[in-house]
């Protein structure tokens, strides 16, 4: 072997041992993940009426269970968030990513609403991305008569 | 351990059994009485009520259902199939030909296209479910007015009366492919329940290890369906069949001999839920030995109809799909476009799952079928948001009718909470005393029909049903709503969408039950075309393709 060939085999063992070293131990589906931050969820809001809002934010396929909860916890006070929305959703073992929704119903028309989102397994077990604590404002009570 | 630790670990597992135990029937909260709402709907689009159902139009968009069961040509063409498919079914089993594994699906057949299986000889199981329809509802009028739901045996007779016939509060579920679905279970690593049949899974199968046979002896003893008092009536009328022979021929000799009562006829004509019978589940008179072979006998009715199901004439994997999964059909583009849609970015697979590999944002699908018979549904339960459909006459079925039957005390009032109904015991305490804890969890979920055949109908222009309560008329309707449920929610009932939007198609009534609300459907993203497309992969899978 010459010492060439002998160089280029080191260097692609040292690159080889680093790399495993370097890869975080997840699951099969979060190693197809293209990108999306592992333990940040960055919640956005899909729309939200008088009563109803929608929340979403977009994880690497956590694994687990094929039942998840996409979970918000929220509330009025920013440090009291003590309710808590959970909608059922289904991941796809095959998708790389996940996009968590929550329904949040019978909100008060009209108020700023302080909440913080989380995702589980069907067994309780909880997913590793969740957010900060961020807040979005119920529209008016009359907005629906307001479109007719 | 310190006999006080033992003590209190005993209590705990106590504690908890006994919470388990006390999830008792009726805990889950049902709302009070309520006349059902004036309706107010379009057609659908191209609809025309045939010229024969033009005199069953009641007013307020309702249905004289005795004048629509004597008139309707989708139910005339469906009596006149299953005279054909008996006699033709009749004639096999008495060709002497039939191998054992051809006897005891001809025997199902049979069973099934026999109207005179219900309690007034006039309902055959496939009046409901229709070769034709995918074995679903196949009178295209009941999909527009009753959202799919079908009259069942007995005709209610008390003056004034809507609706003037019993009929029951879901749409038909098509039982193609139902006996691949195993028995209802808990699957303790992944928190959910698989298999069972039924909308609400209650047909588990737990006693006889298999679901489809569990379901077959559900509608036979409906009230609102077949509506036998007993289930040794079905037995007596096998034993008055006239393939009576054949059903010896498979389960033996002597398998129908039963010495029965004198007052067999008049208990026997008898529908369930008369309050004559006062609620006796087994109001016939046998002796314990009778009584014994009549279960047995009715088990094996059952075991027939579920090997009916299973058969070629009814699941036969013989779609476009099928084949292209085969290699012997290609699918067009659009149709492809469909596919990738269906495993991609509509999600379809999660649920619906079709064997193959994803290709959802960069993914690669790698070609190889992981299943080349995929069932299309993962046998799950969800809560997909349906509204409340206003049309069904359920809601209206709230007075007793002329046997002091009510079905529906609660009318409009009644939420259907579908396996929730279930695991609360609407239809009996179920088997598994630990699943009633379970119920907060699967409130409101219903079980994931198969996709396969979903498109299938008799003819061009048949308006079909889909889930289960029929609110959804069309597959186009069903792939928009899973694309903008969450785009367009309105918190209103069914008729009630705000001016300037179009119910299903820019307004989405409030769901029946929002527990459990699935949130994997509802926004995604698709556009019009898409939609399209996926509506067009669907229709690849409709068995009795050729290649």
């Known amino acids: 072997m010459t010492t060439a060939k002998l160089r280029i085999l080191t260097i692609a063992l040292i690159v080889t041992v680093m790399g495993s070293l370097l890869v975080r131990p997840r699951s099969a589906y979060a190693r197809q993940n293209s990108g999306v931050e592992q333990n940040s969820a960055r919640p956005t809001i899909e729309s939200v009426s008088d009563t109803l809002a929608f929340i979403s934010w977009t994880t690497p396929n956590p694994g687990g269970t094929i039942l998840h909860y996409a979970v918000v916890r929220y509330g009025k006070d920013p440090n009291h968030l003590q309710f808590t929305a959970k909608s059922p959703t289904r991941i796809n073992p095959s998708h790389s990513e996940m996009v968590f929704r929550v329904r949040i119903q019978d909100l008060e028309p009209g108020t700023t609403y302080y909440y913080h989102v989380s995702s589980e397994q069907a067994n309780g077990i909880s997913d590793p991305a969740t957010s900060g604590v961020n807040q979005f404002t119920t529209r008016r009570a009359d907005w629906i008569s307001a479109k007719k | ?547």
């Open chain 2, 1 to 547: 351990m310190k006999c006080s630790e033992g003590f209190s670990l005993l209590s705990l597992a106590g504690m908890t059994t006994l919470a388990m135990l006390m999830v008792v029937p009726g805990a889950s909260a049902q709302g009070t009485p309520q006349p059902a709402p004036p309706l107010n709907f379009q057609l659908p689009a191209g609809y025309q009520i045939p010229p024969a159902d033009q005199q069953c139009i009641l007013s307020g968009q309702r249905l004289n259902l005795q004048c629509i069961i004597a008139n309707d040509p989708d139910a005339k063409r469906i009596r006149a199939e299953e005279a054909m498919l008996e006699a033709q079914a009749l004639a096999a089993a008495k060709s002497g030909k039939l191998d054992p594994y051809h006897q005891v699906q001809t025997l199902g057949e049979l069973e099934i296209f026999d109207p005179k299986l219900a309690v007034n000889n006039n309902k055959a199981c496939s009046f409901c479910h229709d070769p034709a329809a995918g074995y679903g509802n196949g009178i295209s009028i009941l999909s527009v007015f009753t959202g799919g739901t079908n009259p069942g045996s007995v005709p209610i007779t008390v003056h004034g009366a809507y609706p003037n016939n019993r009929i029951g509060k879901r749409n038909p579920q098509s039982y193609t492919y139902a006996t691949y679905f195993p028995p209802l279970h808990y699957n303790q690593s992944q928190a959910d329940f698989y298999g069972g049949n039924f909308w609400d899974g209650r047909a588990t199968g737990y006693k006889l290890q298999n679901a489809a046979a569990n379901q077959a002896e559900g509608p036979p003893l409906d009230p609102d369906e077949m509506a036998n008092p007993d289930p040794a009536c079905v037995v007596w009328k096998l034993s008055r069949s006239n393939y009576k022979f054949f059903f010896e021929q498979i389960y033996g000799v002597g398998s129908l001999e039963i010495t029965w009562p004198s007052d067999v006829q008049t208990i026997c004509t008898t529908p369930i839920g008369a309050a004559v019978l006062n609620g006796n589940p087994t109001p016939l008179q046998l002796s314990p030995t009778d009584r014994t072979l009549a279960g047995k006998d009715f088990d094996e009715f059952a075991y027939a109809i579920a090997a009916y199901e299973g058969s070629d004439s009814v699941s036969p994997f013989t779609s476009k799909f099928d084949y292209y999964l085969a290699g012997k059909a290609t699918l067009t583009t659009q149709e492809l476009n469909g596919y990738d849609l269906f495993r991609g970015k509509g999600s379809c697979n999660t649920c619906h799952l079709d064997g193959r590999s994803s290709t959802l944002l960069g993914g690669s699908d790698t070609g190889q079928a992981a299943s080349v018979q995929p069932l299309f549904t993962d046998t799950t339960y969800n809560n997909l948001g349906i509204p409340k459909n206003v049309k069904l006459p359920f809601y209206s079925e709230d007075t007793p009718d002329q046997w002091g039957f009510n079905s529906n005390p609660l009318g409009f009032g009644f939420t259907d909470e579908g396996m929730g109904l279930f695991l609360d015991g609407f239809d009996g305490v179920p088997p598994n005393l630990s699943w009633g804890v379970l119920l907060p969890q699967f409130e409101g979920k219903f079980q994931t029909s198969t996709a396969r055949n979903s498109a299938m109908v008799p003819y061009p222009g048949f308006v079909k049903a889909h889930m289960h309560n029929g609110y959804l008329t069309s597959l186009k309707e069903v792939v928009h709503f899973y694309n903008t449920r969450d785009v367009y929610p309105y918190p209103v009932l069914s008729g009630n969408c705000p001016q300037g939007t179009v119910e299903k198609v820019t307004c989405w009534p409030m769901p029946e039950d929002s527990n459990n609300e699935n949130t994997t459907i509802g926004k995604l993203g698709l556009s019009d075309e898409e939609e399209n497309d996926i509506v067009a992969f669907l229709q690849t899978l409709v068995d009795g393709y050729k290649p």
